[in-house]
Each structure stands twice: as structure tokens, then as C-alpha cells.
């Protein structure tokens, strides 16, 4: 056998040993890696099952412990809920898990949800300024009037 076959054979044994192992990594990783993706949201639909639906100014957040963050907000408007002039907001501030960190001075269109008198939200039922979020409040405002006339 020359040089040449047995540097082929050692090689060939080495990616066959390696290549399955190389797979399987893949495969876990890919388990367990979840990354957060949020559908096209419906802002009716969000404002239905909301607990709490305004547009407020950050004014500080504090955290984040155990993976979460409390946020105080101005509220600007509100949809929906009870009505108050600041709302305090947990959310997780790790991305794959839909988190959101709230920048101070920046106003956001927040659904929150409501369990044990503490208000929650992520990044796919939270919008920041912009367009979007204009069409978005457009969308609450019709939803309210709806709901309103009946």
C-alpha cells in the first residue's frame, strides 16, 4: 500500500468517525437554540386580549433580575384597562425569549397581559415609534370605537 492510499484511508476513517458526532451537534444545537419569532401582529386581536393597552414615555427601568425587568411608564394613551397615569411593566430581556429592554425617553404602543396585579409584555405585543406603530394605533382606535358602538 503506498503513502498516497494510506493517507486516504486514515482520512476516510477520521471524517467517518467525525462526521456523525459533527451531525448530532448540529442537530442538539438547533434544539436548543430557540429564537423568538413573532408573527405578523393583529392589532385588534392584541387589544382583545390585553389586559392593559397605552402608548407611554419610559420613564426608568430597573432590573433585571431572575431574567426580567420592571419598566415605568408616563402613559401617553390608553386603550384599554383601568385607567392610570403611570404603568409599571415586567418584561424578559434575554431576545430569544421575545424580551425587550425599554430605552428611557422613548415612548412605546404596549398590550400587556395581566396575571396576580402584575402587567407583563415582550417584544412581539410592544412597538416603538414610527409608522408602524402609527398604523398600529389607527387599528386600536378603530377597535375601541367598535367595541364602544356595542
Keep these: 500500500m503506498s503513502r498516497n492510499q494510506i493517507d486516504f484511508a486514515m482520512s476516510r476513517r477520521a471524517l467517518q468517525a467525525i462526521l456523525p458526532a459533527a451531525l448530532l451537534m448540529l ?3 438547533g434544539q436548543s437554540a430557540h429564537a423568538c419569532t413573532c408573527a ?3 392589532a385588534t386581536w392584541l387589544a382583545e386580549f390585553a389586559a392593559i393597552v397605552f402608548r407611554g ?3 426608568h427601568s430597573t432590573g433585571p ?3 426580567e425587568a420592571s419598566t ?3 402613559v401617553q394613551r390608553q386603550w ?4 392610570v397615569r403611570k404603568a409599571v411593566v415586567r418584561a424578559r430581556v434575554q431576545s430569544a425569549a421575545c424580551g425587550i429592554r425599554f430605552k428611557p425617553g422613548e ?3 404596549v398590550f400587556a397581559s395581566e396575571k396576580d396585579g402584575v402587567y407583563r409584555t415582550n417584544s412581539c405585543s410592544t412597538f416603538s415609534k414610527g409608522a408602524y406603530q402609527n398604523r398600529l394605533e389607527h387599528r386600536v382606535d378603530a377597535w ?3 367595541k364602544e358602538a356595542n
Design 80 to 83: 384599554k384597562g383601568d385607567p
Design 27 to 29: 442537530v442538539f444545537a
Design 40 to 42: 405578523q401582529p393583529d
Design 72 to 74: 415605568t411608564f408616563a
Design 144 to 146: 375601541k370605537k367598535n
Design 65 to 67: 433580575k431572575t431574567g
Design 107 to 109: 415612548s412605546y404602543l
Design 57 to 59: 414615555k419610559v420613564l
